[in-house]
T-cell receptor
């Protein structure tokens, strides 16, 4: 069964550094998403992407964040200058109709 | 704004049936999804309702009443592996609209 994959599974970075989180969506899906989940809290929508451009973004998705689909298979989330409060699980999802989530990247900012 | 309300915790016995409720207040509504999440894991899609009524998938059923802004997830023949958090999530529009999640219900299964 096709699934969304994400790398790395865990990323540790220092405050102020740039990080890139990578995702490979399910191949025939058209819509791509990033969500985050701070430990013990609910899943929060960050951004959606369709037809090579951002479709919708939340107020969390400020100028520090960017997304890109650099080729036909990868979908990336870049955080330009990480802050302590960016520590969270970051989930990529893709959909035709229902959204299917990847296993997540645990980002720890020290 | 968007808000979804779910009970924080429900306890049930192995082999029994449990219902987990979700009420929502959203500026738009396209459909209600349910996800399961085990500790440290990813949200796993369970069920989706766009229209009023009951959707059944094996041991899982989901119900929606759009007029009441209310839905529930029903789990039958509970197994210990069903111990997890269950989230309802609203999609406000079609296409690439993101999901707004509730805070989730932590389901505890007792033998």
């Amino acid at each position: 069964e096709p699934e969304v994959t994400q790398t790395p599974s865990h990323q540790v970075t220092q405050m102020g550094q740039e990080v890139i989180l990578r995702c490979v969506p399910i191949s025939n899906h058209l819509y791509f998403y990033w969500y985050r989940q701070i430990l013990g809290q609910k899943v929060e929508f960050l951004v959606s992407f369709y037809n090579n451009e951002i479709s919708e973004k939340s107020e969390i998705f400020d100028d520090q964040f960017s997304v890109e689909r650099p080729d036909g298979s990868n979908f990336t989330l870049k955080i330009r200058s990480t802050k302590l409060e960016d520590s969270a699980m970051y989930f990529c999802a893709s959909s035709e109709d229902e959204q299917y989530f990847g296993p997540g990247t645990r980002l720890t900012v020290t | 704004g968007q808000s979804l309300e779910q009970p924080s915790e429900v306890t049930a016995v192995e082999g029994a049936i449990v219902q987990m409720n979700c009420t929502y207040q959203t500026s738009g509504f396209y459909g209600l999804s349910w996800y399961q999440q085990h500790d440290g894991g990813a949200p796993t899609f369970l069920s989706y309702n766009a229209l009023d009524g009951l959707e059944e998938t094996g041991r899982f059923s989901s119900f929606l009443s759009r007029s009441d802004s209310y839905g529930y997830l029903l789990l039958q023949e509970l197994q210990m592996k069903d111990s997890a958090s269950y989230f309802c999530a609203v999609k406000a529009g079609g296409g690439a609209d993101g999901l707004t999640f509730g805070k989730g219900t932590h389901l505890i299964i007792q033998p």
